[in-house]
């Protein structure tokens, strides 16, 4: 075989890789870009089936927002007791509205055609929010013991109110205090911490989005 023949043989092999590498490369490309969409579908899928939530708990706390107004508007200062404790109830469900609406308007925000790292960055946020919110929401659990409290009681049932009652309240406080202290992320390896957060869509969801978001990563790292 001659230098020439040898020539061409070499260069059509160099085109054959090429071509092979090129093809490689379409169908890496395809094969990812096939994968992300479906991940962000998952998410999207999720993440909707949050704001419905968050939207229709909004309207169930505006409309218990108004009864419980109607109530202490109504009981005003014949039994301070009821009203305290109902008015504290009060500000802690516009405290969730408020923070409902605000999760709200995060999701919608989010990009999916967005760098991985800027969307999870945003899913990290609003997975702080709610360990923040759900931490301070178990704070309004002492109240839910003190509204039947009255004056008259304690006058002619002062041993079942202070036997009873006191210590039922004082361990609804201590609860909601321990709750507040140890439902922080760093605790999310407790069996606990993780079934009280996982119960319900508002962490699950958004842990199932970092999860997809991070599938998509590990792929693409261990195609590239």
Not at 56 to 71: K, N, Q, R, T
Not at 103 to 115: G, L, N, S, V, W
Request: hydrophobic share 50%.
């Amino acid at each position: 075989m001659e230098q020439t023949d040898l020539q061409q043989l070499w260069q059509s092999i160099d085109r054959h890789l090429l071509e092979a590498r090129v093809l490689n490369l379409q169908s890496w490309a395809l094969n990812f870009r096939s994968f992300e969409m479906l991940q962000h579908q998952k998410m999207k899928k999720g993440l909707y089936r949050l704001i419905l939530f968050k939207s229709f708990a909004v309207i169930l706390g505006i409309c218990w927002v108004a009864f419980l107004g109607l109530l202490v508007w109504s009981v005003g200062t014949a039994n301070l007791f009821f009203s305290c404790s109902v008015m504290m109830i009060l500000l802690f469900t516009v405290y969730a509205i408020y923070i409902y609406l605000r999760h709200i308007r995060m999701i919608t925000t989010i990009r999916y055609d967005a760098p991985v790292a800027d969307v999870q960055e945003k899913i990290a946020i609003l997975q702080a929010s709610t360990f923040r919110a759900t931490r301070v929401l178990w704070l309004q659990m002492p109240f839910y013991s003190t509204w039947c409290w009255n004056s008259k009681w304690i006058k002619e049932g002062p041993y079942g109110f202070w036997l009873i009652a006191v210590p039922i309240a004082l361990f609804f406080l201590w609860l909601s205090i321990y709750l507040y202290r140890n439902l922080i992320p760093g605790n999310m390896h407790k069996k606990w911490v993780n079934l009280l957060m996982m119960v319900g869509p508002e962490y699950k969801k958004l842990a199932e989005a970092s999860g997809y978001l991070e599938e998509i990563r590990s792929y693409r790292d261990d195609l590239g």
